[in-house]
């Protein structure tokens, strides 16, 4: 048995955490091989292009042409680098440049060509360790390879593929991404171009076939390509293979709806099989013939108990004419129309018409027809005539499909692992059916794509792997990772996905802003993934529980804003890339649900009979009216070249199957009379007051807990009039505090209630909160307000009779049996999920010493409670081998539950639709007090991402409560609220702090944001005279960043800029940016609540610090800002306790009492001169001489940093004195 001890867990979502890794120092260029291109003319290396003269490319004549095809793109590919156009050379031509100094590039196949086989012979070019193998090349600098050459590249396959994909990397690592034409991806521009000495490859595929499926093309891909390219014709269709190739792809399932690839354009076959695609067809069209070949070809039924001569026919034809094609053979049959066949059709009917088909491929394709590639697709009811027992010959690869919904069905059990045809997995990115379409834009997270491949990967199902991809665009992000981690799924474990999708935008947008680029392509997909944007309604997210709607649209607001600021720093040449990858989905997915919440507002604002609904429902209208106008601009990017790919109807679907066009959400009206009339409306509840029967008179809140001191709950106070109405909201404690107390309504407002917790008497009790108008009118609001004993208290703490958890927060995780617990951070619908490995393990019998995940909990309920797990939404992969987990409490049995998902299709419907299964357990707490919950593995292919415990205090929402606090440990709030900066730069200024603090020997740690940062940055020259002049001899560091919210400062200290520090005296200044220039609703809370929380992390990873807490400075850049800066100060000096934390607050020597700054004591209205630090120093400084003495003479601290990517600034005296 190991226990696994999280000192620290940090469960911030996955859009967060990309941004975290280390700035590369070349941009890399490659998903699948190390860097092969040097900056610069290194010994030994081969140059491209050099002094405005590129290396000949060389072919032989006799090559594939396929592989010529290519190499031609990589002379164009060069150009567009470099500029210059290098020399190709096929045929007889000698490779000789007539120089002793030249250098060229020879392409070519082993064994096809001569120049190849020549070099091999000669003992030039080791063919070991290509030969013979599937898809494979080499890279090679080779010295004096023939006469007159001083050097050459050299990049050899072993098939006509390896050689493509040789040259595609070539290609992709010089600069020219995969999807340059299909997303417009920019070139870098290089005047010289190297590639290193030495032998690179990347080995055989793991997965022999990958391939994607152009499916649901209609309205948008067919109508894009009917207009640029007059319909999907062979140049359409060299687009993608091309496409394809440069991603190693090489299997196509062609667009089907209403196409017929092999008759539409007679080139079609013939294209794709030069360049190297392996054709297929869709799992329900056999034999390389598409359904709309039946359509017109057909004769009689299709069905093959009534028209077997018929059918033999007609497949016959469709072999006979692609037989000199490289193809995938569909095998079996579906009803037309990818139906399932008739109730009458059965197991040996089906086997029968298998037989048949393999006897015509014998015929017509190869007598021995094991040696014709095939593949039986189990999709939908066809799976489950194998498991009644239907069979195929061994050969016959076994294709394996997912739920539609991206969860896999089935996979190889070990018996049938041994089967020679092996096994795939037909997967989904896009589908037309129940519970809904989704089609218009990516909501597939590559995290999800992992958790289920990886599963694919390990029971062996790697013969195919092809992927629903719709319309092509805009799926590029999970189609590239899709088939990239088919080629080499050990190269990209699951802690290796913020580097995949980092390198993935650094290669696509340059390095600077990679960072932010990945967070937000992560970040969309994520939220789009908990329910997808066409199963979105008004009523999806509670409007009155956990501030669910709002949070939501909160993240999509961020992302949204973050896009935009990326967006406006890009070059122009990358900026319809990043419109098509990001911009455009991002802000398209935020409009919408910013217009379904409002729709839902409207809805029950008009119930409430608020005045206010009139104006959400405005709201609702302008927002359709912006969806439009986001695909008109999607329409005239680049003059059109995309026109129509975002026709796709996506608002106002009520069945399973798109409107007929975009329908508005209905809005209500509402009539209201002249007079204003107050009213009020409380969190928790849809009623309003006064209301009618059978509405209480009294509202009432959920409950305000000690253990959540930074939380509040809110009460709207609305006007059921047009008149203004004032109001006034009196207590009926002093400690019971509410946010504003007065005012006069115009648009509906918001109080926040709260506690100043440490007024409040111990023990359990009803406020109230009076709202009054000037007509005499009073309404009253019951707040439950809970303090217990905190003593001893350890782990989750039950407020408000629940707790909720983020699975990856445990206490500990126990490996047993061979199996261990590994976090997928980032995962699902919250912060991430715990899954046991290896996914291979068998099904265990819980208990005893076995593996499990335990979580310490603290309840204050006694009696039955029931803990519910949100896992992921999988099935039952393996046959008698049902998905399980097992709950207990302390040293109780445990509960085994099954995951069920498709227990029945209702079940299934709402777990694909919500993207989650929950699972639930009742269990007798018999006791208040410490408990330990442990979540047992039985089958390891259940991934956990919540644990809730309702005592009966959940309240209906649709991602569940918030997490609850975490007391006594590092995790706690931090987990919920840490999140990393997302540029380049701050990824370099927190290398450079975290390697100042392993420096170590600092006694002062000064964290914050600009305001300490300047104070001793190396680019502000000025200001680090003053803070050495004030600090020399007490080994002070700097820890300040600009820009920081508390949440950025969170996840730095968490991310090792605090860790082994242990200094004497932390300084604390945070809060000033989450607040802004004009706060937000809830912002004071939410700045408590994350300043509390970095001073637990602090204390937890420097308990012997003394930290002095520093109130929020005033700042005159915006005219509500000092209010909130008050209120803050108010609250977040209530959290010392004048021993370990000291509160400090300067304000009143910096600003008068409206907060208006004194002359001189700023630069900006908001940074401090150096007339300010004076102050700052001035109050600062006895403090220091209290807890550490006089300052000494000698300093040891780290050397100080600055701004990584900032020049001095030498005008800073001159600022200061302005």
């Known amino acids: 048995m190991t226990p696994m001890i999280h000192l620290r867990r940090l469960s911030f979502w996955f859009l967060f955490t990309v941004a975290a890794w280390p700035v590369a120092a070349q941009t890399p260029r490659s998903l699948l091989m190390e860097p092969i291109v040097a900056e610069t003319a290194e010994s030994g290396a081969v140059a491209l292009v050099e002094k405005g003269r590129a290396a000949a490319i060389h072919v032989s004549v006799n090559d594939w042409a396929g592989v010529l095809r290519a190499a031609r793109d990589l002379q164009a590919d060069v150009e567009r680098v470099s500029g210059v156009k290098p020399g190709f050379f096929a045929g007889a031509e000698n490779v000789k440049s007539g120089e002793e100094e030249s250098v060229v590039v020879i392409v070519g196949t082993l064994g096809r ?55 595609y990397e070539v290609s992709q690592q010089i600069g020219v991404s995969p999807w340059y034409w299909w997303a417009d991806v920019s070139v870098a521009k290089r005047a010289e171009i190297f590639v290193k000495a030495g032998r690179f490859t990347s080995g055989e595929p793991v997965v022999k076939y990958r391939g994607i499926f152009l499916n649901d093309e209609a309205p948008a891909l067919t109508g894009w390509a009917a207009e640029k390219f007059g319909g999907l014709n062979s140049q359409f269709y060299g687009k ?107 197991v040996a009917l089906l086997e029968k018409i298998v037989a048949d088909q393999r006897a015509i491929l014998a015929k017509e394709v190869n007598a021995d027809v ?215 989905p991002v802000e398209a997915c935020a409009n919408l649900n910013e217009m379904l919440v409002a729709a839902g507002r409207n809805r029950l604002h008009a119930s ?75 969190e928790g509840d849809v009623a309003a007051r006064p209301g009618n029967y059978p509405v209480s008179a009294v509202a009432k809140l959920p409950e305000l807990n000690a253990f959540k001191p930074g939380q509040t709950r809110w009460v709207e106070i609305f006007n059921r009039g047009a008149g203004r109405v004032a109001f006034t909201v009196e207590t009926s ?171 029945s299709d209702a079940t299934w419907e709402k777990a694909v639709a919500e993207s989650v299964r929950r699972v639930l357990t009742t269990h007798r707490v018999e006791r208040a007090g410490a408990h330990v919950l442990k979540i047992w593995c039985v089958t390891p292919g259940v991934v956990i991402e919540r644990v809730v415990i309702d005592a009966g205090g959940v309240r209906p929402s649709y991602l569940g409560p918030r997490e609850s606090r975490q007391v006594g440990t590092v995790n706690g709030r931090a987990a919920e609220l840490a999140r990393p900066r997302g540029d380049a730069n701050s990824m370099l200024a927190h290398e450079q702090l975290v390697q100042k ?102 204390q937890a990873k420097a308990p012997e610090a003394t930290i002095v807490l520093m109130g929020i400075f005033p700042r005159n850049d915006g005219e509500r800002a000092n209010a909130a800066i008050n209120e803050v100060n108010e609250q977040i000096a209530k959290l010392a306790d004048g021993k370990a934390v000291r509160f400090l607050n300067i304000n009143d020597q910096l600003a008068d009492a409206q907060g208006k700054l004194f002359e001189g004591v700023a630069v900006d209205k908001l940074h401090l001169s150096l007339k300010g630090y004076e102050v700052w120093a001035k109050n600062l400084k006895p403090m220091l001489t209290e807890l550490l003495g006089p300052p000494a003479k000698v300093d040891v601290a780290p050397p100080p940093t600055g701004d990584p990517s900032a020049k001095p600034k030498a005008k800073a005296v001159t600022e200061s004195k302005s």
């Open 240 to 346: 993608v293979f091309e496409l394809m190739l440069r991603l190693r792809a090489n299997y196509l399932w062609p667009a089907m709806w209403n196409n017929a690839f092999n008759e539409d354009d007679p080139e079609n076959a013939r294209l794709a099989d030069e360049y190297g695609i392996v054709m297929g067809t869709s799992h329900h069209e056999p034999m390389v013939r598409s359904q709309q070949e039946w359509a017109k070809h057909g004769k009689g039924p299709w069905d093959y108990a009534k028209n077997e001569d018929g059918l033999k026919e007609f497949w016959s034809d469709g072999v006979r004419r692609n037989r000199a094609f490289e193809s995938m053979v569909t095998l079996g049959m579906r009803g037309d129309g990818d139906e399932p066949m008739s109730e009458a059709a059965n």
């Open 608 to 682: 409430q009979g608020r005045a206010s609904a009139k104006a959400e429902g405005e709201w609702v209208r302008t927002l359709f009216a912006k969806d439009a106008a986001f695909t008109r601009r999607w329409d005239a990017m680049l003059d059109g070249k995309w026109r129509r790919m975002m026709d796709q109807i996506h608002i106002g679907y009520t069945i399973w199957q798109q409107p007929s066009a975009s329908i508005m959400p209905a809005v209500t009206e509402v009539q209201v009379g002249e007079a204003g009339r107050l009213a009020i409306a409380v």
């Open 997 to 1098: 603090a392993r420096a170590g020997r600092i006694d002062v740690y000064f964290l914050g944001d600009s305001i300490t940062r300047r104070w001793g940055g190396t680019d502000y020259p000025d200001f680090l005279v003053h803070w050495k002049k004030n600090f020399h001899g007490w080994n002070a560091g700097n820890f300040g960043w600009g820009g920081d919210t508390t949440k950025n400062i969170l996840w730095r200290i968490t991310q090792g800029e605090l860790d082994g520090v242990n200094p004497k005296v932390i300084v604390l200044l945070a809060g000033t940016n989450d607040l802004g220039k004009t706060p937000k609703p809830g912002a004071v809370a939410d700045v408590v609540t994350g300043i509390a929380t970095i001073l637990e992390v602090c």
């Open 370 to 584: 094991t040696r014709v590639p095939q593949l039986w697709a189990l999709y939908k009811e066809v799976q489950e005539y194998y498991e009644r027992g239907m069979r195929v010959p061994d050969d016959v690869t076994l294709l394996w499909c997912d739920d539609n919904w991206g969860n896999l069905r089935r996979l190889p059990t070990e018996a049938e692992r041994k089967r020679p045809g092996g096994a795939g997995v037909y997967y989904h990115f896009d589908y037309v059916g129940g519970p809904r379409n989704y089609k218009w834009l990516n909501v597939t997270p590559i995290s999800k794509v992992w958790e289920q491949m990886h599963l694919a990967w390990q029971h062996e199902a790697t013969r195919i792997w092809i992927v629903n991809v719709g319309d092509l665009k805009p799926m590029e992000f999970p189609i590239e990772f899709f088939l990239t981690y088919a080629w080499n799924p050990a190269r990209w474990p699951y802690e290796k996905l913020g580097e995949y999708s980092r390198t993935w935008a650094a290669r696509e947008f340059g390095e600077k802003h990679a960072g932010e680029i990945a967070a937000l392509i992560n970040g969309y997909t994520k939220l789009n993934r908990r329910r997808t944007p066409e199963l979105l309604s008004p009523e999806t997210f509670s409007l009155v529980n956990e501030r669910e709607a709002e949070r939501v649209l909160a993240e999509w607001t961020d992302l949204a804003e973050r896009a935009r600021k990326v967006d406006a720093a890009l070059p122009e040449e990358a900026r319809a890339a990043f419109l098509q990858l990001v911009l455009h």
């Open 733 to 903: 404690e002093p400690w019971l505090r509410v946010m504003p107390a007065s005012g006069e309504l115009g648009p509906d407002v918001r109080v926040e209630v709260g506690a100043n917790w440490s007024e409040v008497p111990a023990g359990e009790r009803v406020a109230r909160v009076l709202v009054k108008s000037a007509d005499g009118q009073t309404l009253r609001v019951d707040v439950p307000v809970v303090k217990r004993n905190a003593t001893g208290v350890k782990g989750f703490v039950e407020t408000d009779r629940q707790v909720a958890m983020e699975a990856l927060n445990f206490s500990r995780a126990v490996s047993g049996g061979g199996v261990e617990w590994k976090t997928l951070e980032g995962f699902g619908r919250m912060a991430g999920g715990v899954r046991a490995f290896p996914v291979t393990a068998k099904a265990v019998v819980p208990g005893g010493d076995s593996a499990r995940l335990e979580y310490d909990v603290h309840l204050f309920s006694t009696g039955d409670v029931k803990v519910e797990l949100h896992c992921a939404p999988s099935l039952d992969f393996l046959p008698g081998q049902p998905l399980s987990v097992a709950v207990s409490f302390d040293d109780a049995a445990p509960q085994v539950v099954k995951l069920g998902t498709w227990t």
């Open 113 to 167: 060509s001569a120049l190849i086989d020549d070099l091999v012979a000669r003992g030039k070019l080791k063919a070991e360790e290509i030969r013979g193998k599937w898809e494979t090349f080499v890279i090679e600098t080779v010295e004096a390879p023939l006469p007159g050459v001083k050097r050459a590249l050299v990049i050899a396959g072993s098939d006509k593929r390896g050689t493509i994909y040789g040259v």
